[in-house]
C-alpha cells in the first residue's frame, strides 16, 4: 500500500512553473529521499501535501483520502519537521512533548508514555534544560520527536540535516532510520550521500520536473557500467594510453575511461603491461547518485 501519492501535481506562481506534472508515490514503512537543488521545488511540493498550498492541477492523497487546501483533515496522518523547527524556548523537551500531545487530543497516561519512548528514541530522556540551551542538533532531535507523537501514517522531514555537523546529522539519520518500523519518511535534502545511507526509494526534482524516479538499486542501474580511473607514474605515458583507447579522458592527473565493461578494463590492463607502463593505482568507481544527479542536471 502507498501511503502518500502525487498525480500530475502542477502549481504556478504569477508565470513562474514551480511544479510540473510532478507525480511519486511513497510506500508503507519506506524511507523516501526527495532529492533535489535548492529552488527546485521541494518545499513547494510538502506545502502542497500538508493543504498549505493550493495546487493548480492533480491530485495528492494520503492512506487514499484527497488532500484538499485550507483543510487538514488528512494531516491526522501526518508529523511534520520544517527546515528551521520553532519551539516555546521556555519549556522543556517534556513540556513541550505533552503540549504537542495535548493539541493532538491524546491521552494523558498515553502522552507520558509516548514522550518517555520518543525522548528515549531521539536521545534526550535525561536532558532537563530548557530549550532555549539546546543545539540546533538537539532541536532537530526534538522536532522529529514531537512530529512522531501521535504515531503518524507518514512523517515528512525538510532537509533535516541540512545545517549539521558530521555527527549532528549520522544522529538525525540514524533516528529516521529507527521512525521508519513506525511510519513512513519523507525525506527532503539535497545532500545525496545522507540519501545513499538510509534511502529505500527516492524522487529525484530538476526544475519542478520529477526526472528520475524508483529504488536505489533501480536508480543506481541507470548507468550500467562503472568508471575507471587510471594514475600513471609518468603522466607522459599519457598519450599512449589515449592513443589506444580514444574514450580516455584526463582529468586532474589521472585518466577516466567513462561507462567501463568488465572488458575493457581486462584490455587496459593487459595493455599497460604489454607497454610496460608502470601505473600508480587502478580504480573503478561503481555508479552512485552525485554521478547521476550531475549527469542529469547536464553539469
Do not use: W
Not at 558530521?166 to 519518511?185: H, M, N, W, Y
Not at 567513462?258 to 599497460?272: G, H, P, R, T, Y
Request: charged content about 25%.
Amino acid at each position: 500500500m502507498n501511503i502518500l501519492e502525487l498525480s500530475h501535481v502542477s502549481k504556478h506562481f504569477g508565470d513562474k512553473k514551480v511544479l510540473q506534472d510532478v507525480t511519486f508515490s511513497v510506500p508503507e514503512k519506506c524511507i523516501f529521499g526527495f532529492i533535489g537543488r535548492n529552488g527546485a521545488g521541494k518545499t513547494t511540493t510538502m506545502k502542497s501535501i500538508l493543504g498549505l498550498i493550493k495546487i493548480d492541477s492533480g491530485e495528492i492523497t494520503i492512506c487514499g483520502d484527497k488532500v484538499t487546501y485550507g483543510q487538514n483533515l488528512t494531516n491526522k496522518h501526518i508529523g511534520y519537521l520544517p527546515d528551521v523547527p520553532e519551539f516555546y524556548s521556555y519549556m522543556t523537551a517534556c513540556e513541550y512533548l505533552r503540549l504537542c500531545g495535548d493539541v493532538t487530543g491524546m491521552k494523558s497516561s498515553d502522552i507520558k508514555t509516548r514522550s518517555d519512548e520518543l525522548l528515549e528514541l531521539v536521545g534526550l530522556a535525561n536532558e532537563k534544560h530548557r530549550i532555549k540551551g539546546f543545539s540546533r542538533g538537539m532541536k532537530q532531535r526534538l522536532g522529529i520527536a514531537q512530529a512522531l507523537i501521535n504515531r503518524p501514517k507518514l512523517l515528512i522531514c525538510d532537509e533535516p540535516t541540512s545545517a549539521l555537523d558530521p555527527v549532528g546529522r549520522k544522529e538525525i539519520l540514524d533516528i529516521l532510520s529507527a521512525a521508519k518500523e513506525q511510519s513512513s519518511v519523507l525525506f527532503s535534502t539535497h545532500i545525496l550521500s545522507d540519501v545513499e545511507k538510509i534511502c529505500n526509494h527516492i524522487a529525484l526534482l530538476e526544475n519542478g520536473n520529477i526526472v528520475i524516479s524508483g529504488t536505489i538499486d533501480e536508480i543506481k542501474h541507470m548507468r550500467s557500467e562503472p568508471d575507471i580511473e587510471l594514475f600513471l607514474q609518468n603522466p607522459d605515458d599519457a598519450s599512449k594510453v589515449v592513443k589506444a583507447f580514444p574514450s580516455a579522458e584526463m582529468q586532474e592527473g589521472k585518466l577516466i575511461f567513462k561507462n567501463a565493461s568488465d572488458n575493457q578494463a581486462e584490455q587496459i590492463l593487459s595493455f599497460v603491461a604489454v607497454q610496460h607502463i608502470p601505473i600508480i593505482r587502478f580504480e573503478r568507481h561503481e555508479p552512485n547518485l552525485e554521478d547521476l544527479f550531475m549527469e542529469v542536471i547536464g553539469k
